[in-house]
């Protein structure tokens, strides 16, 4: 592999992701990893659930009185928009159009940031009213669920801004169209994640 | 490895292994690590079988020995047998296959780091108030009650290794999926990669729950939150199914390459193609799978229901029936061979009975109604020693002899072996075969003293006798160690004679870039079809020479690691009070991320070996490639 | 049917003979000399699985020994290369099916036995004079010794727990602190008393304690639950219906104040000392209720679980409990005393008081 070789929409790759050993080494392990993630957020699932709405005698928060729908209902929105911006924007790094594919990026990242700023919102909402980390089993689990979710969207944000900055000048190579596409990946699978979060946590919270 | 020694001094060499992405190097890293919490670990379990020589001893206080009991069984499954067994996997698993290297170098450094980093914060316990005392299983109402930092060692220092051995689980996996040799399909794979890859599959799935409970642990415990906290709505049997269902597959993640281990000594012993090798995979294959599926049997007193107890005592059952099929494949492969007692074949042939043993207790325990007066007493201790160390740990000796040549280039002691394992093996039986009957005489497990009016005297008695052996036997191995080493008598490519997978038709140690030529493989046991064939050179080749790719050193696994390391130390301190502990762990953790981002950042080519210096290598001149 | 049941009698004395042989343990603890329905059941489950086993066993011998010893290279010489045989479908199919069957032997009474020792239809049915037909007894475990409460009788006790034979004693388990687990090894197996839920189960009593050499049953804690966890012991006493009828009538009386001085001089420090705050004298449970419940005292078998039952361990285990059981919740008399160990008069007149407690005179 040689990073300096300049590549044309006709003589890239139709799989730039894997077209390397590194490529295919890395993908296969992302899936792996995707897999293992799987199970931490099942784990995290099945303890939510087991600790739902259990508290210390006397606890005033429960899930249906909590949650408001309009909000989350807009955060679920707005991720899977950037979802499927990031799908745009593997669509133009298949076609080796680089510029195309860092608008798309910067769009999914603002996307996300605004997801991320609402969840600190939604955060800050609900330990204002009382209801904090240390209130009770409930608001651990909680918290911890879709915090869990919340930290793997800083990350992917941050994954982001990192390749979108450092390969701004270079452009797209067979080395760094992997990394472009792992990140995409991993924000789909954030995406899949949230919606479980929104159906287990909120839907099936506020109806009970 | 002694050459470079020579050539470059010790500084270098010890610079040379920190930041080696070499597997083989990673490999005896992995095996010295381990080698030494295993002689921690021992150190322990003899403290153990002192104080528990009599009745009424006094040798240990209730205190210390809880935290001497806690610390045996954790530095042992998770800081010894494991590792130890990782090393043998890096050591030889690429070999097996062909590559030359695994899928993700840098990772594999990393993966190993953060194993070592993770184990030496948690034995630094010992000299920081106190160790863990809540046992191995560290069942939450009784950590959340113990009043020493030894839980959050215990928590901090396994959520660090548990990253790295997950790193090494999908490492491996890659590694097997993407790097064969041309002609080497899954169902021509030697039988240690095949149990190294669903070992590797069973740490992938297993290793998040343990985390998950782990993080839990420490919210609990440092931050203030409620999960097993049962005044406030918490659940301590939350962290019994989290730690069972990572718990029990951990048991197959350490026994499944054992079982490859001694598959591979099996057929090089008696000189035949291992028995029923399709059964054999499939075996492996549905012990995995039925793995995940058994964890509530650790349960069955909890409360479950009768339900719960059927299906999950009839699932447990059912894995009798693989195993029992690896058990006659192995005796098969034996029948009609020609078998040649090497110490290798030795550790083989006692680990048949012992485990054997092992196994039949294990389904006597599956019996729900059994297990409730079987669970939790003597029986269930000397149930998984049969199986960990007549299985785990005979496994691990065996490896030590019989790839010991391969990763050194000299062989071990063969007289000295065979002491050992003598006194291993005898040592061993008479430890643990009396336990089963103090269990069933009511003595409950974890106990740090009996009365005498209890009729346990005289079993412990033999049970401390017999932990000496044992302890001889290691001391022996240590010395045929160091005497091997200081003598030095190099061995060539195949020095057992006999063997008949890819890695003993390389020298030993093999070069750093472990083939020169990718092999083509035409079958299993590729090694033999070429030596019975007469090709003198033992592989064909899928490629002819040319330059060779390879990763750089780097020494970001070590400060990525210790990153972690040093934020636990925040992170363990923040309930007290002290105003340095945020900060560090702010320190600790920037250190972490800045040193991935700097990893992602900067460009790592690696470099190449060139045609001519293979050339070269050849005909025996030596090339360090750096 | 009868002639497999004398078979089967049969087999199990033998069994037991090669037991004994091998060493069995204390009646009073050991699980392989079962004193109690479940105990039996699971004692024959040992049994029969212990035989099934012992038959893997042997077929496993057979072969590993033949195979070792026929195939040594020093017997074949070393130029020797065997035939490199693939494998048999056949050996296969027997080796997976054969063991399918021993399973499936030993899974039918595993299955029937885990439904019938979880079935409770019995413990709340009423006779017709209202009474319940089953004794239930309430065990609470907590730091290193176990509170046993009768609900129906009215009556608390702590570390002996008193029964009646040959009838279903059920049993409702769990704890006050960590989680700990509920162990007589000679009567039935266990179960464990967790933080968050009430475990139900029951056992039966075949055998009347007096007629061991210790006068009790041991009774274990079998849950790592801190530092003193192998002293966590209790014991049990079984007796005729009779007998405990009228052990159950002389608990809920009022105790009556001792005759001997010396012991009177100990009540009065027992209330002095603050004792009485912690621990209820009275089989009623009036008082206390924090510590064990101390109405049967002079009855006792051990002091404090593990201690011979005499006048001077139990001084010096009021003098300094934490040398006894490690981390236990007793407090050391300084706490309660002004700052000073008890003197020599004051332990004497409490353990006068202390064992003067009884009701089974």
């Known amino acids: 592999m040689d990073i300096n070789k300049k590549y044309t929409p006709q003589s890239w790759p139709d799989h730039p992701e894997t077209a390397t050993m590194e490529g295919k080494n890395k993908f296969v392990g992302f899936w792996l990893l995707l897999a293992a993630e799987s199970v931490t957020f099942a784990s995290l699932f099945a303890t939510y659930l087991a600790l739902k709405d259990k508290g210390p005698s006397g606890m005033e928060f429960t899930a249906a009185e909590l949650f408001e729908l309009p909000l989350v209902f807009a955060m679920t929105m707005i991720l899977l928009t950037s979802s499927l911006t990031s799908v745009y924007a593997m669509y133009h790094m298949k076609n080796h159009n680089f510029k195309s594919m860092q608008a798309w990026l910067m769009i999914t990242v603002l996307l996300g940031a605004s997801f991320l700023g609402l969840e600190i919102y939604e955060f800050y909402h609900y330990v204002h009213e009382g209801f904090g980390y240390t209130n009770s089993a409930f608001s651990s689990a909680f918290y911890t669920l879709v915090g869990t979710h919340g930290a793997h969207v800083l990350f992917g944000l941050g994954w982001f801004i990192a390749l979108m900055v450092r390969n701004a000048k270079r452009g797209l190579n067979t080395y760094n169209a992997p990394k472009f596409f792992l990140v995409s990946l991993y924000w789909h699978f954030i995406d899949v994640v949230w919606v479980f979060i929104f159906t287990v946590v909120y839907l099936m919270g506020v109806i009970g | ?626 | 049917m009868i002639n497999g049941l004398k078979k089967w009698r049969l087999f199990t004395l033998m069994a037991a003979l090669i037991f004994f042989l091998a060493g069995c343990g204390r009646e009073e603890i050991s699980t392989l000399i079962p004193a109690g329905g479940v105990a039996q059941d699971q004692f024959n489950l040992l049994l029969l699985s212990s035989a099934v086993m012992l038959f893997v066993i042997i077929v496993v011998t057979i072969v590993y020994v033949l195979a070792i010893t026929k195939f040594r290279r020093s017997k074949l010489g070393d130029e020797m290369i065997p035939e490199q045989v693939e494998g048999s479908a056949k050996l296969e199919f027997l080796w997976t099916a054969i063991p399918i069957v021993l399973i499936i032997i030993i899974a039918i009474p595993t299955v029937y036995q885990t439904f019938d020792l979880a079935d409770t239809r019995t413990m709340d049915v009423e006779a017709e004079d209202g009474s319940m037909t089953n004794l239930t007894v309430n065990v609470v475990a907590k730091l290193y010794w176990w509170e046993f409460e009768y609900p129906e009788q009215g009556i608390v006790t702590a570390q002996e727990l008193v029964v009646p034979t040959d009838q279903r004693v059920y049993f409702n388990v769990v704890s006050a602190d960590v989680k700990h687990s509920f162990w007589i090894p000679s009567i039935g197996g266990k179960i464990d008393a967790n933080p968050e839920n009430t475990n139900t189960f029951y056992l039966t009593f075949d055998q009347e304690s007096s007629e061991l050499e210790d006068g009790v049953f041991y009774g274990k804690c079998a849950e790592l639950c801190g530092p003193s966890h192998a002293l966590m012991d209790f014991k049990v006493k079984t007796m005729n219906a009779e007998d405990f009828e009228q052990w159950v009538t002389a608990m809920q009386e009022e105790p009556t104040s001792p005759s001997d001085e010396l012991a009177q001089t100990g009540e009065q420090l027992f209330t002095e000392k603050t004792c009485i705050g912690c621990h209820a004298t009275s089989g009623v449970g009036t008082t206390g209720g924090v510590g064990p419940n101390l109405a049967t005292f002079g009855d006792r078998n051990r002091v404090a679980g593990i201690l011979e039952h005499n006048e001077e361990n139990l001084k010096a285990w009021i003098q300094d409990p934490q040398q006894f059981k490690p981390g236990n919740q007793m407090p050391d008399p300084s706490s309660y005393n002004n700052g000073e160990p008890l003197t020599e008069q004051e332990l004497d007149a409490l353990a006068a008081y202390l064992m003067s407690l009884s009701v089974e005179q």
Request: net charge negative.
């Open chain 2, 1 to 626: 490895m002694s050459s470079n020694a020579q050539k470059s001094g010790f500084g270098a060499t010890v610079w040379d292994y920190i930041t080696s992405v070499d597997h083989k190097k990673i490999a005896i890293l992995y095996l010295m690590s381990g080698g030494l919490f295993f002689l921690i670990g021992g150190i322990e379990a003899m403290m153990i079988r002192i104080q528990l020589m009599k009745a009424g001893n006094d040798f240990l206080s209730a205190g210390t020995y809880n935290e001497v009991m806690t610390m045996h069984g954790t530095t042992m499954i998770f800081l010894a047998a494991m590792p130890l067994l990782l090393g043998f996997m890096n050591a030889i698993m690429p070999l097996q296959i062909g590559a030359r290297d695994v899928a993700f170098p840098f990772l594999n450094s990393l993966g190993f780091w953060l194993f070592f980093f993770g184990g030496i914060f948690l034995n630094l316990s010992w000299f920081l108030g106190g160790a863990p005392d809540a046992g191995w299983t560290n069942y939450a109402s009784l950590a959340l009650a113990s009043e020493s930092h030894g839980i959050d060692f215990y928590a901090l220092g396994l959520t660090i290794s548990g990253f790295g051995t997950l790193i090494s689980g999908i490492n491996f996996l890659v590694t097997i999926i993407n790097m064969r040799a041309p002609g080497m399909t899954y169902m021509r794979m030697p039988l240690f990669t095949w149990t190294t890859f669903v070992a590797s599959a069973l740490i992938l799935l297993a290793f998040p729950p343990l985390t998950i409970a782990i993080f839990f642990m420490v919210f609990d415990r440092l931050f203030g939150s409620h999960f097993f906290d049962v005044a406030a709505g918490g659940n301590t049997i939350i962290w019994e199914h989290l730690f069972w269902i990572f718990g029990h597959p951990e048991v197959y993640i350490l026994i499944l390459p054992a079982f490859g281990i001694f598959s591979e000594i099996f057929a090089i012993f008696s000189r035949k193609r291992l028995f029923g090798y399709t059964a054999l995979v499939f075996a492996t294959i549905l012990i995995g799978f039925y793995g995940f599926m058994v964890w509530a049997h650790h349960m069955f007193t909890v409360g479950l229901g009768p339900t719960a107890n059927a299906i999950f005592a009839l699932a447990t059952m059912i894995i009798a029936v693989p195993t029992g099929v690896k058990i006659f494949n192995w005796l098969l492969t034996i029948w009609g061979g020609s078998v040649s007692f090497a110490t290798p074949m030795l550790y083989a042939v006692g680990f048949i009975p012992s485990f054997v043993a092992g196994g039949v207790t294990g389904v006597m325990q599956a019996m729900a109604p059994l297990d409730y007066q079987l669970h939790d007493s003597y029986f269930i201790v000397a149930h998984f020693h049969y199986v960990i160390v007549g299985g785990v740990v005979l496994a691990i000796f065996a490896a030590t002899h019989l790839y010991w040549p391969k990763m050194f280039g000299t062989m071990l002691s063969e007289k000295l072996g065979k002491v050992t394992f003598w006194l291993f093996f005898i040592g061993f039986h008479l430890t643990f075969f009396i336990q089963h009957f103090l269990g069933l005489m009511g003595m409950p497990r974890r106990v740090y003293t009996f009365g005498a009016d209890q009729g346990w005297d005289l079993f412990n008695a033999i049970s401390s006798a017999g932990a000496v052996f044992m302890a001889l036997g290691v001391i022996i191995m240590l010395v045929n160690v160091v005497l091997t080493t200081v003598k030095n008598e190099r061995v060539g490519n195949d020095p057992w004679g006999d063997g008949r997978t890819l890695e003993w038709a390389i020298p030993s140690p093999p070069p750093f870039y472990n083939f020169a030529q990718t092999p083509l493989v035409r079958g299993l046991d590729t090694y033999w079809i070429e030596k019975m064939e007469g090709n003198k050179e033992g592989m064909i080749y899928a490629e002819p020479l040319g330059d060779i790719h390879m990763p750089n050193n780097s020494f970001l696994p070590v400060v990525m690691s210790f990153g972690l390391f040093v934020a636990s130390f925040g992170a363990l301190y923040h309930p007290d009070d002290l105003p340095w502990t945020i900060p560090v762990i702010v320190l600790g953790l920037l250190i972490t991320f800045g040193s991935m981002l700097l990893r992602s950042l900067k460009d790592d080519l690696g470099f190449h070996i060139h045609k001519e210096d293979l050339i070269k290598d050849r005909e025996g001149v030596k090339t360090d490639g750096h």
